[in-house]
């Protein structure tokens, strides 16, 4: 969910633009806890997400922000004397945060919440610009020019705007309401500035209400849209906890923080106290609701068998099994600590479905805080179709309880225009979509086929030995480059299998999977289930021929002159596959014993007579397929290891232990055993 998105890049402007003094101005003494406490407000206020342009160095300022009017570049806010705030006294420091004027008398732009830091007590003022004279390195950067537009270039009028606009009254504390909520109030209100992304906006760029009690108090915090995204409505938001939970670790039950909220858990609430996140959240529940929002926190019935039989008999069900269940699962439910559950997601189903539309089109990565050490990326899905995107989302917004409004493909268009996307180009590999299955005749016996392929354990439990499906290794049904697809395979039989010493069919192949992969048991030929199967991997071949060569087929190739290093394998898959599949290997299962992910080693996993079960094999689908989630490479972030640690890991993992094959004495009788087999 994003609750702000951008709210940190208006804020930039906060300290921004109060720029353009030299010479050191030492007022207070630099009492170390004086620069304690100020360091921590600024962290409450953010002030390095906006002040710091990427890959610059921390609070010199040049981040670029968009407003509607122009663009404005942050300023530098450390004490340098030429290009910092270094000639500020503490009484220019304190006119520019709470009135919008700069040392030299100009007014700052009302992008910078000033109105909102009016509110902040003397004692933490002089406590922040303690901090920023003597508890930040100089740094010697100019700032870099604003580009706005005429008339607003000219900061004349901004004069007016502040005898309009600009509220003095101090934060007042409130005696019918608790300490804790009095102090989430002046976080809120003051500091931390919520009301800039998630206040609606007047006709003079003015948040229509700086508190709940203002006049037309009900604008206050009711959703905004900014930079594209919709700072969601946090009158309608979760329970106290909930609220506390999400700005600690950027996720809850209901949402997970994408786009500029993510930077804004990273560098700031994540580092707050126990106490501030639990005033914060205790005043942002005791929030009335916006009647003009869906309420966010009712608890809604849900037809699980509805929304089951209809995921498999839509194109919107079926587009998103293709592209989005392979994370957030058919259920809507994501993955704790991994995936953002889509069931009863604040922003999915939000009025305003700007945040959804962006996300699948740009893509997010979750933030890293101290709870959570992986962040999971979310790749741009704008290779899609507008309608296709409208299809899945309307799908996201409208099944497990979802209660939001239909997506259009002109929508989807208009954000695609706003962001000012470039046409983009579908991959060399591009499979068959799972929808136009329905235009097939025997539409049910793919779809069939399909499930069975993706849910092999729960479907055919008796011809399953392990905890696999066939899915943990052809990601996404089969439709991804380089992870074993499907897309061209049953035009290549029948065919010589050097392993087998002859010819085999496509069924035999099947079986051979069920047989090693699955350590399980063959299926008849002649079953319904092995027929639907068989009709699927017809269909999903995509006109290939035999010999024909297909793009992504296999799991790629890695060099067999790299020489694996099984110690350096061990420290890769701790940092980069162990959060998945465990520290041993062992896989995460979800509350009902189906596995969330697959195990690599021990009994519910392959035996050694898998394919993959070879360095080189284990190594090249390491290399083009893992880790899930960890770029932006379409379609599942996959990739990010280089061939020696995709090597070393695929040495590690294969070699460790699995159920034996004894069947392999049979295998490869005429020669040609590969050089890095298990036996």
């Keep these: 969910m994003n609750l702000g998105s951008a709210s940190l890049r208006l ?77 500020y006294t503490f009484e220019d420091f304190d006119r520019a945060m709470r009135r919008g004027v700069a040392r030299d008398g100009h007014n700052l732009y009302p992008a910078m919440p000033y109105p909102s830091f009016e509110k902040i007590a003397q004692d933490d003022m002089r406590a922040l610009y303690t901090y920023l004279m003597h508890g930040v390195a100089p740094v010697s950067q100019p700032n870099k020019p604003n580009d706005m537009r005429f008339p607003f270039n000219i900061r004349l009028g901004l004069a007016g705007w502040n005898r309009v606009f600009l509220d003095d009254e101090p934060f007042r504390y409130d005696s ?35 508190s709940d009690a203002g006049r037309d108090g009900k604008y206050f915090l009711a959703g905004a849209n900014v930079e594209h995204w919709r700072a969601v409505n946090l009158r309608n938001i979760w329970t106290g906890p909930e609220i506390a939970q999400f700005l600690k670790t950027g996720q809850n039950d209901r949402g ?11 560098f700031s609430p994540q580092h707050f106290t126990p106490g501030d996140l639990a005033a914060i959240g205790e005043y942002i529940h005791a929030l009335s609701p916006n009647p003009d929002e869906t309420p966010g926190r009712d608890a809604v019935s849900v037809d699980v068998a509805q929304t089951s039989r209809e995921i498999y ?41 700007s945040s959804l539309i962006h996300v699948m089109l740009t893509g997010s990565t979750t933030p890293l805080t101290a709870s959570s050490r992986h962040a999971f990326t979310m790749p741009s899905y704008a ?32 954000m695609r225009e706003a962001l000012e996307m470039k046409p983009v180009q579908p991959p060399g590999f591009n499979p068959p979509r799972y929808a ?41 049904g089969g439709t991804m480059a380089f992870a074993a697809p499907y897309v061209g395979v049953a035009a290549q039989f029948p065919s010589y299998n050097p392993r087998a010493g002859h010819v085999i069919d496509f069924k035999d192949r099947v079986n051979g999977c069920m047989l090693r992969s699955m350590a399980g048991k063959p299926l008849d030929k002649d079953a319904s289930e092995m027929k639907a199967m068989v009709a699927y991997m017809d269909w999903i071949r995509n006109g290939y021929q035999m010999k024909q060569k297909i793009p992504g087929r296999g799991v790629g190739k890695i060099s067999h002159s790299i020489v694996p290093n099984a110690a350096n394998g061990k420290e890769v898959y701790e940092n980069s596959c162990a959060a998945c599949h465990g520290i041993h290997g062992e896989g995460i299962k979800r509350a009902d014993g189906s596995y969330l992910f697959p195990p690599l080693w021990g009994n519910d996993s392959y035996n050694i007579g898998a394919g993959i079960a070879k360095t080189y094999t284990a190594a090249a689908f390491a290399k083009n397929v893992m880790p899930l989630s960890s ?44 050089s890095d087999s298990r036996y």
């Design 11 to 87: 804020l930039g402007v906060a300290l921004a633009t109060m720029v353009a003094g030299s010479a050191l101005a030492a007022q207070f003494s630099s009492n170390p806890d004086l620069i304690e406490k100020g360091e921590y407000l600024a962290r409450l206020g953010d002030c390095v997400a906006c002040h710091t342009a990427p890959g610059g160095k921390p609070l010199a300022g040049g981040l670029k922000m968009k407003t509607p009017f122009g663009v404005i570049h942050s300023t530098n806010i450390t004490p340098d004397r030429e290009n910092g705030i270094g000639a």
């Design 176 to 210: 019918s309401h608790s300490l804790q909520w009095n102090r989430g109030a002046y976080i809120v209100e003051g500091l931390g500035h919520c009301g800039s992304c998630h206040t609606p906006r007047g006709i003079g760029f003015q948040e229509k209400a700086m």
């Design 256 to 266: 997970t923080a994408y786009g500029g909220m993510a930077e804004v858990v990273h």
């Design 313 to 353: 008999a839509s194109r919107a069900g079926l587009g998103y099994v293709q592209f989005c269940a392979t994370c957030h699962q058919t259920d809507g439910k994501g993955a704790t600590h991994f995936f953002p559950p889509l069931a009863g997601n604040t922003s999915i189903q939000a009025k305003d479905p």
């Design 383 to 414: 290779v899609l179709g507008d309608q296709e995107i409208a299809e899945i989302a309307t799908f996201a917004r409208t099944h497990w309880g979802n209660k939001g409004s239909p997506v259009t493909a002109d929508q989807v268009h208009k």
């Design 436 to 476: 136009d299955m329905l235009k097939s005749p025997n539409a049910g016996q793919l779809i069939y086929g399909m499930r069975l392929m993706r849910d092999t354990k729960r479907l055919l439990p008796n011809y399953v030995g392990n905890g696999l499906n066939c899915d943990n290794c052809h990601i996404n």
């Design 631 to 674: 770029t932006f490479a379409f379609p599942i972030g996959q990739g990010g290891l280089t061939d020696q640690q995709a090597v070393d890991v695929g040495e590690y993992f294969s070699h460790m232990p699995r159920r034996d094959f004894p069947a392999k004495v049979h295998d490869w009788p005429k020669g040609g055993k590969p």
